[in-house]
């Protein structure tokens, strides 16, 4: 069963890329491959994304979408190959063998980056840190919720949202359950490792395209064979940040979603956003209907994936009319101006973010602690330098100030308070300042490669090894960022063994606990409202563990995650969130209440207060299911009426199931 789900997962990301690709390749003329498929998937998610926001706003049945995605998907298809017969456009640019040599290194980047999320375990395990309890069973319940519109998705009790909720602009999790409905594939497994290399291909084509775009600019006449070679650039931008933090480095905010929950769709607007818009705005051209529409449309799609884009793509406008309005002296006064005035009005309605750049654990400064690393002045430094050198080419000048202003308008007071305004969570704030370094990386070894690209030209025997060297480079990078966050080559091994005894991307005892509660829900055939334990183990602080380098430590997550498989079972006890609902059964809900259930839980010998909080807890509202650790618990449960269902044991830990 685990091999047909890997094979139909395959199957389905071979499936998606072809149609996208396809869809790209029909309606635009891109010379690259790379530049087609994202186009192709821009144009794919327009399509899905208009009738998925209806949906989600207006709280239609899900099958709705369900069956327009379908037949959404064969049209595209169909008209695609009408398309290309008709232009008699080779889909492989001529022959497959010529086609897989100038993009291998895409696939095999891509690769890399999906194997080092499968030594993720400690992460992976902690479920995203509860994120996925919100993502992930969102994306798996839209085909079996009464009502997926109006849930609180940590918990499954009821939540009205509001008509014009901003979480209804997000798609990304509608379009997915689609594909996920249709493979039947365990959730974890689907969205963790294919939709992760759907998104992580993305982002290396992002990459390559954006190459092709600098080195354009540049004047360096690169072959579409040698392009593909930038994208081990995309390995440097995946190394793991824990090590950065740990190390004190640099901290890009919530640079882990990249490194290990890539399916994510911020995500993806993390890490793609400045990349589309600077392929579309670096070179500066004239402002034309045909360039606002393009970027309208781009912007769209972000919004799409994740509303944490919109700084981003403000900044990018921003930073693109005053380089355009440059040469134009009266223009370029009055939009900056402008932008001061902006600055001084909204100040009042900004929320200070900028002096707000600690983490959440407070142990790190996002401006300061990165502003002196060397991961930021060095590739700063290097762009300043060829800048220098390369002065008397327009184009050069302002693709490097276009790169540099971006960051500017993240850590300057008071042209900030834009980003601040636009940005309206810290965290976003913080996460659009690592997007802007990244940026800055990516533009300054793009520069760099070129440079060494050009060198090794003279030397034939080495330049003729350039495939072996880069390969090279990438597992380098990756095998090193494994090593130093695990601690050793042999601490990796391990890590890989513990990933083959829990395939699915979960610890295995989340998916038995869910076959379970699965089975017991039949036979009861009611709903089951659950007390479970937030952990397997005793919860310890991810930002301490990470900055104080205790990552033995895990805590992996069950109440928060078993609705990933289990979708209409009511969890009341999802780790660091608290129940919310205007059902009237759950209103009054406390986590004082829910407290007693972890004093019990915890303890082989409760006090008697402890007893006769959790038997009033239990008074007080409909809960049908108990899980607990000691087998110590387990007379208490029985003298409140409980019936012992199974015992769960398996390589972690031993769960008694008791039912009522």
Not at 165 to 187: G, H, Q
Not at 357 to 385: C, H
Not at 437 to 451: D, K, N, P, R, S
């Amino acid at each position: 069963m685990l091999i047909l789900d890997y094979l139909k997962g395959l199957l389905f990301v071979i499936y998606f890329l072809t149609m996208i690709y396809m869809i790209g390749t029909a309606f635009t003329k891109y010379e690259s491959a790379p530049a087609r498929l994202i186009v192709g998937y821009i144009i794919h998610v327009v399509i899905l994304a208009i009738p998925g926001i209806v949906v989600q706003t207006l709280k239609f049945n899900w099958r709705i979408f369900f069956y327009y995605t379908i037949v959404a998907d064969i049209i595209c298809i169909i008209i695609s190959i009408i398309f290309l017969k008709k232009r008699k456009i080779h889909l492989f640019e001529g022959s497959i063998l010529k086609f897989f040599e100038n993009y291998w290194f895409i696939i095999f980047i891509t690769i890399i980056l999906v194997l080092m999320v499968c030594f993720q375990n400690v992460s992976l395990w902690e479920n995203g840190s509860a994120d996925d309890g919100y993502y992930l069973v969102k994306i798996f319940q839209f085909p079996f919720a009464k009502n997926p519109y109006d849930l609180q998705m940590q918990t499954g009790v009821h939540l009205l949202q509001k008509t014009f909720d901003i979480r209804n602009f997000s798609t990304f999790e509608i379009e997915d359950s689609v594909y996920l409905y249709l493979t039947a594939i365990p959730s974890t497994l689907f969205a963790r490792l294919f939709l992760a290399f759907i998104n992580y291909f993305i982002f290396t084509c992002s990459i390559y395209c954006f190459a092709e775009k600098v080195t354009s600019i540049l004047g360096f006449n690169i072959k579409k064979k040698n392009l593909q070679y930038f994208t081990v650039i995309t390995v440097l931008l995946c190394f793991n940040t824990d090590v950065l933090a740990r190390n004190h480095i640099i901290e890009l905010r919530d640079h882990w979603i990249i490194n290990r929950f890539m399916y994510f769709g911020s995500a993806l607007a993390k890490s793609c956003t400045l990349l589309w818009t600077s392929i579309l705005l670096i070179d500066n051209k004239k402002p034309t209907i045909k360039l606002a529409i393009e970027y309208a449309i781009i912007s769209f799609v972000l919004l799409t994936r994740s509303t944490t884009a919109l700084p981003l793509l403000i900044v990018s406008l921003i930073v693109y009319f005053l380089i355009y309005f440059w040469n134009s002296k009266k223009a370029f006064v009055f939009f900056t101006v402008f932008l001061f005035v902006l600055s001084g009005i909204i100040k009042d309605n900004a929320s200070g973010l900028s002096k707000h750049f600690f983490d959440g654990a407070g142990y790190y400064n996002y401006l300061s602690n990165n502003t002196q690393s060397f991961v930021f002045i060095i590739p700063l430094a290097f762009i300043l330098i060829y800048l220098y050198l390369k002065k008397s080419h327009c184009q050069i000048v302002k693709s490097s100030i276009f790169i540099i202003s971006i960051i500017l308008f993240f850590i300057l007071d008071p042209i900030n308070n834009i980003t601040e305004f636009s940005s309206q969570y810290f965290f976003v704030f913080n996460r659009g300042l690592a997007s802007a370094i990244l940026l800055m990386i990516t533009y300054a070894c793009i520069i760099f490669g070129c440079i060494i690209s050009t060198s090794l030209l003279k030397y034939k025997k080495v330049y003729s090894l350039r495939s072996f060297f880069t390969a090279l480079l990438a597992l380098i990078i990756a095998l090193s960022s494994l090593t130093l966050q695990k601690g050793s080559p042999r601490a990796v091994l391990h890590e890989g063994r513990v990933f083959l005894h829990n395939p699915l991307f979960t610890i295995s005892t989340v998916p038995n606990l869910a076959k379970v509660l699965d089975s017991l829900q039949n036979n009861q055939n009611k709903p089951m409202v659950s007390l479970l334990p937030a952990t397997i183990w005793k919860p310890y602080y991810m930002d301490k563990r990470v900055h104080e380098g205790d990552l033995n430590e895990t805590t992996p997550h069950i109440a928060s995650a078993i609705r990933q498989f289990v979708p209409n079972i009511i969890s009341l006890t999802p780790y660091w969130y608290s129940v919310q609902s205007d059902d009237p059964i759950y209103a009054k809900l406390s986590k004082k209440e829910l407290a007693s259930y972890n004093e019990f839980l915890t303890s082989k010998n409760p006090k008697t207060e402890t007893i006769t909080k959790f038997k009033n807890l239990l008074d007080h509202y409909p809960i049908n299911c108990i899980v607990v650790w000691y087998s110590e618990s387990c007379p208490y449960l029985e003298n409140f009426g409980f019936k012992r269902y199974k015992v769960l044991k398996d390589e972690n830990v031993t769960l008694y199931i008791y039912y009522r």
